[in-house]
């Protein structure tokens, strides 16, 4: 037998492993590094998070990405060249982690790579018939597990839309087994780039769990701060939007859009909502001359009320559900303080109060993916669409 899958025996075999769950996600922040206890399978996972840092990527690095990101026309060569060097300059990061928190590689057994989406096309977003639902992640994982030694599970989206899904949101599977509770409605929101949120029905019923994409997100403030305010690259604490006023004509505007009628679930990308979005809005509500502090008021205000009509349409006007949220969005002070005056009587939290770092839970997620996969029993949500019951991911060897 190849020494490679003695190794990977081991892992399997072991009482708790010690995974490194990666996310790099739509902001094109940095990488987020989450070193993970895991024990167990299914229903009966526990995580530990031991470590966790958020490396930044530098400017070049960004404008790398950025130049092949969400684009129908970006340069082949370039994205052939970004799937290695992702690959490359991620096992860089991961291996300087390991070292800043006095580990070796060999203390770690798995990592789980997220990779880098750069393009990510359902069929409701490309609308070419005779075509499948697609989305693409790049760093290559064997990249990661030669550079660092460690075995490597990566590029998970592929098995999800193999099998009839869009590829996302993959948070429903590691939302339903960590955090799933008996008598408690609840509702794991995540702000990053993209919204999105699973629902946990406090009956445990599996058959209604869903997760499901909800529109921006930071995605269209971070590109609007990032082109009218040079140095900055995303509203800081709020203080740009808390500045300005919300223009109720552009928010109009923003919210005709068909995609945030459809029911769930349901999956977007910058690739839909971005600038050239906003502008055609500006243009339809006649509101182009709208200061930048207004236009910022108005988009927070959009991605508050993206969250609430989603939330809405989901409870009605029920509101005895727990909110936990996570991701960056959560530290913006302007929309948490929106999300709450429009949703009063909802308990809203972090999932912080869950054990689990809310800067974190992503990466987390892809630790706990990565478990099923060597360990786990497929999780069944009664086959229905948009959940499908999978594993995922591919495993990559270091040698
Ligand atoms: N202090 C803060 N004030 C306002 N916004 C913040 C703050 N901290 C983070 N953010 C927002 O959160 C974003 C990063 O969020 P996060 O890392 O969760 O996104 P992501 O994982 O890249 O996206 P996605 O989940 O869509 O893939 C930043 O770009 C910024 O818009
Ligand atoms: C294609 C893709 O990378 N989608 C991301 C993105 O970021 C948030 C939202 O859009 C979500 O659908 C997904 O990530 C999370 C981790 C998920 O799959 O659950």
Redesign the pocket.
Known sequence: MNANWDKVFQIINKPERRIIGL???????GL?IALCAVKGKGSDTSVRILEFKTVPYTDGFKKDIKSIFSKRDADLQMISLMNAQIGLVHGGMILEAIASWGLKPDDVDVIASHGQ?IFHAPQSLHGLEGYPNATLQIGDGDHIAVKTGIVTIADFRQKHLAAGGEGAPLAVYGDYLLFSKPGEDRIML?????ANFTYLPGNGDASKVFSTDLGP???I??QYVQKNYPGL??????SISASGTSNGLLLDALMKEDFLDAGFPKTTGPELFNLSYLEKAQKQSATTDLSTADVMATLCNFTARVIVRAVERCFGVDNTFSMYMS???M??PELVRRLNEALPGVAFYTTASLGIDP?AK?AVLFAVLANETLVGDVVNFGDRQGVPAVCMGKICLPY
Not at 190 to 194: D, K, P, R, T, Y
């Open positions: 996310m790099s996600g739509t902001s094109l922040d987020d989406t995540n702000i990053g780039g993209i997100g930071n995605t403030m971070d690259y995303f509203d800081k604490d709020g991701g960056g969005g530290h913006n800067d992503e």
